[in-house]
């Protein structure tokens, strides 16, 4: 259900998370969160040849993973939402074409999971689909030759910068009543509504401070979010952003202050979760489309699905930065989709 | 409606495109289709400082467009479905973040509009949304710089090539009872039924032979979408692809062929129809996001809107080419996405 001129929708019949996969590479294994990941590879080539095949591989496994969780071959997903972050989302195509099943291929940056998940969730809460696959990827090495400079120079990286993820995601969304497979739709998280969000454009230019791009943007989902469903922060267990890091952290606490909410007892990050500052040499954090995925799967989701946490805003972030565009001197907007996830039968 | 294990979904209750628009450049203004197009604009840098933002000033005229025929205002449209050709979908973030509406970014080559088509669709039958905007722009110019050689090069283009469209196209899509504005929904064309397709790869490895490349994934999905609804070639006036051009659409009538289906007298290619191949030097024909999007709303919609054509499968066609993927040696699949369109209230 969505009101006339409201950006979220309330689902009646809430989809449900039947399995999901979170994998990553070694540097993500040493972290914080090591243990919660279903895969760990100590290769971050992933046995492939190029940087970018090894982020199809990512997708690949993840979503290997969860058919194989769920008992299910991938002829039972409907459709597949996916994207990554290189150019013409390669990482998903390459990923994703051995599975032959529809792809809808995304783009959102770093909050393209977002995106998939809301998708996903439209599709399966209206019946016109059973079940939808969400996955998204990132990889460190492809990241940077995407973006930024040739490892091979060992540029130095400001400490507003953030250390992309290398991993992926993988989620099987379906109907609240049949997920086919082993899935009882009974010790699921559901879906129960979703804000996608605006662009948001404050006129940020600098490449290396994405948590100050992004800020603004999950400002105004969740202030959306709160407005349109008559929450606040007091109403979730957590609200969890994509990838702002500490920087984007503060920036989004100030923000949020302004408008009236409290958000710092409340407030958790991805991309801080997944790395440890003082160790991992990880700057602000960690970031990229695999980044919030891979934590939603491995940290997020279990904590709903034991019942130790209620209710969450899952809010992932991105920065819609290209090597293009920031060559000629735009700015960095940033987008940011609310998804707001319950315990089972909560 | 989708019954389990298909790929197509039939609306119950129709969805309409309310408004459109298709605007494009001054080589697109000469060719055959130059009368129909809602405007053309004699500078292709449309008073922008580069060609990527002389894309995204398409997108942003051609939406425009469609909220001034509809009698919209942005806060309208309750989500944009949107995409284009550039590495992180640059045209579609800076062309529509001015709208300062929810935004799906969407990456599928050249198949782009029919992937927002569905989506849009899919929400707006459902009454997930009342309004949906889709919307994919291409230029020629910020085109070659993304995928092939600088053009101060000058280098000779193989007859196999095509030429990459310089225009967008924009869909209000809305929900068969309440359109808002003023679209009487009894004058539009409808959307009944959806095939998303899947990714192909034939292993073929020319990116100057993109037509080659697509027309596995467009007999993909074509015969998916008469299998499925227990439809051929005879139950529609056209089968419209996107941009095969000359050489993929012979392969395509000869793959249909082998499938037991004559598409020969009914097949039209919206690369072939753009542009005059004698006098405008275009070799296989138009192609890129722009293409299929501007030619559907100059020209098919309306012989549905008058009821000179009663139902027409679009099938929009990419080729997931990217310029890293390719330098690597990998292949360039295909993907194409099936819309079945009738005249309104057929």
Known sequence: MKKRGYATITFERPPVIGAHAGIVGPKEGEGPLGKYFD????????????????????????????????????????????????????????????????????????????????????????????????????????????????????????????????GSGAFLVASGKAAGGNLPAASHARITAVTPGQIVDMGVRDSMNMGACMAPAACHTIETHFRETGTGPDDFDAIITGDLGYVGQDILIGLMQKKGFDLKQKHMDCGIEIFDRSTQDTHSGGSGCGCSAAVLSAFILPKLETGQWKRVLFVPTGALLSPVSFNEGKGVPGIAHGIKLEAPGA
């Open 39 to 166: 895969q760990i590879y100590e290769d971050p080539m992933m046995g492939e040849k190029t940087w970018e095949q090894a982020e199809s591989a990512l997708q690949r496994k993840a979503v290997s993973a969860v058919l194989d969780k769920g008992g299910l071959c991938a002829g039972n997903v409907d459709y597949f939402f996916a994207g990554d972050l290189l150019g013409q989302s390669i990482a998903s195509s390459f990923g994703l074409e051995g599975f032959c099943r529809p792809v809808f291929g995304l783009y959102g940056a770093c909050a393209t999971i977002g995106e998939a998940l809301i998708l996903s969730a439209i599709c399966t809460a209206s019946d016109m689909a059973q079940t939808a696959m969400a996955v998204t990827s990132s990889h460190f090495a492809s990241a940077e030759r995407q973006f930024r400079f040739p490892l091979e120079y060992g540029s130095q990286r400001p400490l507003s910068a953030t250390w992309t993820v290398t």
